[in-house]
């Protein structure tokens, strides 16, 4: 949504140009007017599936990403009475990915 584009910059600190300054600001006037003659804030469009007593009221494209942890482990070793013998190796350390 523009508006939320204008908040943000609002208090980012990177310098913007002057023409981004205006077309912000402009976008900034038209939602405010917009709401002060209907009254209304008008949902985005949003892939999400709402129900119907719900309405979208943000969106922003985004990516997920999660963090995963894994294991390293090489075995095949043969267990005699009770003790591995052989393969059966842990990298207790592994290693941390971020998966998206």
Known sequence: MKFWQT???AINA???SQ???NQ???EAKEFFDKLVTTGKISAPDTPLV???DEAALL???SKLIEARATRVYS???VRV???YIGGGDLCAGGHHALAT
């Open 7 to 9: 908040i943000r910059a």
């Open 14 to 16: 990177r310098p913007l």
């Open 19 to 21: 023409a981004k300054a």
């Open 24 to 26: 912000l600001n402009a």
């Open 50 to 52: 709402l129900r119907a």
């Open 59 to 61: 969106h922003e494209p």
């Open 75 to 77: 075995g095949g070793g």
């Open 81 to 83: 009475k009770g003790i």
